[in-house]
Structure formats: structure tokens, C-alpha cells
Nanobody, 122 residues
Framework: QVQLLESGGGLVQPGGSLRLSCVAS????????MGWYRQAPGKQRELVAR???????DYADSVKGRFTISGDNAKNTVSLQMNSLIPEDTAVYYC????????????????WGQGTQVTVSS
């Protein structure tokens, strides 16, 4: 059974840094892309950053220059280095795997992690 497990959330002061990590475990043949999304109270879930298995990445405008996404295809992991955090970054952060295939001939599915809380506050 495929699972995505996130780690690294917590409480940090404005201007501080956090690093989120996510590992996809289980029977995995391929993953097209992995990314991080976030959802603040009363708001819709939004893309933060995403990286493809070819190494292409994209970011939300609000985090460009502050956050960096990286991935390891062999280990099925993705990380998000978050610097210069601001209170507006406070949210539950979710890891997502796009079009994950458990076998070559299986249809791909999207998987989500359970989420990790990031709180930026003094």
C-alpha cells in the first residue's frame, strides 16, 4: 500500500527557516512529479512548489526566492527548504505524488500525505 509520510513542520519565528520532507513508500514503479501544497484556515488548498521526475520545478509567486524544492527519484522523496518565513506562510502543508504507478502497466493515481502544520509566529 502506497503511503506518503511528511515530516519537518513546526513553530518558527518570522524570518526563520524550516525544511519539510516527504517520502513515498510501498510498491512504486514510477512517479511523474511530487510537490507541496498548503491550506490555511478558511482558504483553499494551493500549490506551493512542484518538481517533475525530470527535474523541472515551479513555484507559487508568493514563495519564489524564499522556498526551494528538491527531489530524489531513486528514493521517492521530496523536500522543501523554506527560508525567510512570514506569518502568511502559516498553513498545513501537504505532500502530493502525481500519477504514481505501482506497476508499469497499472493506471497512475495521485496520492496525498496527511499534512504537517507550519506555524510562523513571534
Amino acid at each position: 500500500q502506497v503511503q506518503l509520510l511528511e515530516s519537518g513542520g513546526g513553530l518558527v519565528q518570522p524570518g526563520g527557516s524550516l525544511r519539510l520532507s516527504c517520502v513515498a513508500s510501498g510498491s512504486i514503479f514510477s512517479i511523474d512529479a511530487m510537490g507541496w501544497y498548503r491550506q490555511a484556515p478558511g482558504k483553499q488548498r494551493e500549490l506551493v512548489a512542484r518538481i517533475t521526475n525530470g527535474g523541472s520545478s515551479d513555484y507559487a509567486d508568493s514563495v519564489k526566492g524564499r522556498f526551494t524544492i528538491s527531489g530524489d527519484n531513486a528514493k521517492n522523496t521530496v523536500s522543501l527548504q523554506m527560508n525567510s518565513l512570514i506569518p502568511e506562510d502559516t498553513a498545513v502543508y501537504y505532500c502530493k505524488a502525481d500519477n504514481l504507478k505501482e506497476r508499469r502497466w497499472f493506471a497512475g493515481l495521485d496520492y496525498w500525505g496527511q499534512g504537517t502544520q507550519v506555524t510562523v509566529s513571534s
